[in-house]
Structure formats: structure tokens, C-alpha cells
């Protein structure tokens, strides 16, 4: 097989693609659609089909599911050139990010567990008022630790406390103003469609998120980071992915902006949707491959619950 130099600058006379999923678990209808719908783009257009392992979530990563990602994606008829990226081997790309936007001034450290910032939460909404959440729901990260002097983080990462490094919203916001002062706003090429129907030139708006974690406190990396610095790295001009992902390539494009990456251009796709009238007992999407496969059912079967016809 062909060695993939996963490292190339970016070229913009060639056009590639990626799959990348994370091995916590079977591929299901939902990455079947996403990694054909990659996969067909790609035949149909010329361009570079790359397989990555997005595996920084090493308590969940496990190198079954990985196997598994393999064996599915050869059945279903998918090839990709080797060696795929892993995203655990490559720690060290992502810790080199990370020091560039603490150069910025735009990273600190985060103290607070989960459960202090719930309770956090809960004193703030006792008395009628709304914490804001993100798209996903998860509440903002409070600005406690944002405000600590430079001496008592110091001092609280020499003691060992646990903590994740995030992002300074408002000051990355803030460093978006051009010289004149004006508020510089930050788009994408959406040649797909978010849950909304947005399509074009869609504005980013990674404000929604608060402060998000870059790196988390067991890896020095998180999602957001690790996709944004691996798109670059591998080149990716096409990003094609589910549309539950639309509202994080805000973020996506702000930390491009910060590092000085290039924008792919998007294509989010609809997710999986049980429209077929087949009885089945999981949500459709969520029907892991390996179960479809014993059960007899054939590539084309697959990929037609996946909500790709024959022709497209
Ligand atoms: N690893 C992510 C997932 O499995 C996909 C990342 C992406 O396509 O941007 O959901």
C-alpha cells in the first residue's frame, strides 16, 4: 500500500478528504453514511480518500474498536492509504499549538471539576437567572480561574492540581479587530448545509461555546484542538461530516484564525434518520456495522439504510 505523507503542506491542486473516527466504540449507520459519503466524493471527484484515528481519548480508545474501524470500512469497500494518523502518536503537534496560543496570551488554566462548576451553576440560576450553555448544552465555564494571578496558577500547578488548559474567549474574540479597530468576522465555505439549512458563506460564531477546553488534563490535547491542527497538517481541503458537528467548526475556524491554518471548506452532511419504515429496535444511526454484517446484510444493503442510493 502507499505510505501517506501525512505531514504535506497544503496543495491546493489536489483535493482530500478524511474519515475520522474515534475508536470508543463500533461503527454504526451514522459513520458508515459520513465515511461513504467522504469515499464517493472522493471517486467521483479525484481527490485523496485519509483514514484517521482520532484516539486522544485514551481512557476510551481501545485498539479493538480500532480494528474493528478497519475491517468495517475494507468490507463496506473503502481504501485509504498507510500509515493512517493516530492521533495518540502525535502529541507533540498538538502541545507545539498549544504553546503558540499561550504565546498569544489567549490559554490558562482550569481548575474548577465538573461538579464545581454544576454547583457553580445551580447557586448562579437560584435566583431566577440563566447560565448560558453551549450548543451542546454544557454549561460555560465560570470566570473564576481566568482571573487568578499568575502566581497562584504557578503555584496550584506546582501543587499538582488537576486542571485543562482552555481558551480565553472574549481575548481571542478581541484579537480578531483588525488595526482599524473594526470587528474582523470570521466565515466558511459551506458547500453542504447545517441543521438550519445554512449553506455559503456561513459567519462563524465560536462565542456560543465560552471558554472551551484545548487541552484536557489527561492529554495535551481535546477535539477541537486535535481536528483543527490535524485538517492542517494532513492537508484536508474538503471537510464532509455530520451536521452534529456544524456548530463546533465555529471554533474550528477561530483557532485556524489564531494559528494561522488554512480553512477547508465544509460540507456537513444530515445524519442517519430512520425514514425507511424498517422496525428496528436501536435508534436506526445507531445499528453498529458488525451487527448489520452478521446479520447478512451486504455492503449495498448498508449503505442504502445509510441514506446513500445506488446512484448517488
Ligand atoms: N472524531 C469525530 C467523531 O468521531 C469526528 C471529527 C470530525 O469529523 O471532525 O465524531
Known amino acids: 500500500m502507499q505510505v501517506a505523507d501525512t505531514t504535506a503542506k497544503p496543495n491546493p ?3 482530500i478528504v478524511r474519515f475520522a473516527p474515534s475508536p470508543n466504540g463500533l461503527l454504526h449507520l451514522g459513520h458508515a453514511r459520513s465515511a461513504l459519503l467522504n469515499w464517493r466524493f472522493a471517486k467521483r471527484s479525484g481527490a485523496r480518500f485519509l483514514l484517521r484515528i482520532e484516539d486522544i481519548d485514551t481512557t476510551r480508545a481501545r485498539p479493538e474498536f480500532e480494528q474493528a474501524i478497519f475491517e468495517d470500512l475494507s468490507w463496506l469497500g473503502l481504501d485509504w492509504p498507510e500509515p493512517v494518523r493516530r492521533q495518540s502518536d502525535h502529541f507533540d503537534d498538538y502541545r507545539a499549538a498549544l504553546v503558540e496560543l499561550r ?3 489567549l490559554l490558562y488554566p482550569a481548575f474548577m471539576s465538573r461538579a464545581e462548576v454544576t454547583s457553580h451553576v445551580r447557586v448562579y440560576e437560584q435566583n431566577g437567572r440563566v447560565w448560558p450553555r453551549d450548543p451542546d448544552g454544557a454549561p ?3 470566570a473564576v480561574d481566568q482571573g487568578l494571578a499568575e502566581a497562584e496558577r504557578n503555584r496550584r500547578i506546582d501543587a499538582g492540581d488537576p486542571h485543562s488548559w482552555r481558551l480565553d474567549m472574549q481575548a481571542a474574540l478581541d484579537g480578531l479587530t483588525s488595526q482599524e479597530g473594526e470587528t474582523v468576522s470570521l466565515t466558511w465555505q459551506e458547500d453542504g448545509q447545517g441543521p438550519d439549512g445554512e449553506t455559503g458563506k456561513v459567519v462563524a ?4 461555546w465560552g471558554d472551551v477546553v484545548l487541552a484536557r ?3 495535551p490535547a481535546s477535539y477541537h484542538l486535535a481536528v483543527t491542527v490535524d485538517d492542517a497538517l494532513q492537508a484536508i481541503t474538503t471537510v464532509i ?3 452534529d458537528l456544524f456548530a463546533s467548526t465555529s471554533v ?5 484564525s489564531l494559528l494561522g491554518l488554512p480553512a477547508p471548506i465544509y460540507r456537513h452532511h444530515s445524519l442517519v434518520r430512520d425514514g425507511s419504515g424498517r422496525k428496528l429496535s436501536k ?4 445499528i453498529a456495522l458488525a451487527e448489520l454484517r452478521a446479520k447478512g446484510l451486504s455492503p449495498a444493503d448498508v449503505s442504502a439504510m445509510a441514506g446513500l442510493d445506488a446512484l448517488e
Open 241 to 243: 461530516r455530520g451536521q
Open 13 to 15: 491542486d489536489i483535493t
Open 103 to 105: 504565546k498569544l496570551g
Open 283 to 286: 435508534s436506526h444511526g445507531d
Open 217 to 219: 488534563r489527561d492529554v
Open 252 to 256: 474550528h475556524r477561530l483557532l485556524q
Open 205 to 208: 460564531d465560536p462565542g456560543v
Open 140 to 142: 460555560h465555564y465560570p
